[in-house]
């Protein structure tokens, strides 16, 4: 079984900067692709990152195009989001997650229907 646990959120002023990490249990060849999303109260469920653990290639939603980051190590154990220029509107439980060699995630990699295997979270506050 595929386990996720993400760590290094926090609280930051807005312009800083957080680097999330997520501990991940994954067989490469299984997994596809990896990703981070986030929920804020109150919304839905929103793809941020992701990385195509397949073949080479990352996506990243428009609102952090330029500030955030998603890379792994070369073992393939952790997987990493790097925030920088935080913003309030970035205040969110981030969720790692994996998808599995069947599923679309190359063509929806920012959808959460796509990925089958998730952490419990890391709360991120950005205050103004």
Known sequence: QVHLVESG?????????????????????????MAWFRQAPGKEREGVATLYTGRAGTVFHDSVKGRFTISQDKAKT????????????DTAMYYCAAAPSWSDCYTHPLLWSQYSYWGQGTQVTVSS
């Open 9 to 33: 959120g926090g609280s930051v002023q807005a312009g800083g900067s957080l680097r999330l990490s997520c501990a991940a249990a994954v067989d490469s060849y299984s997994i596809n692709c």
């Open 78 to 89: 952790t997987l990493y989001l790097e925030m920088n220029s935080l913003v309030p509107e």
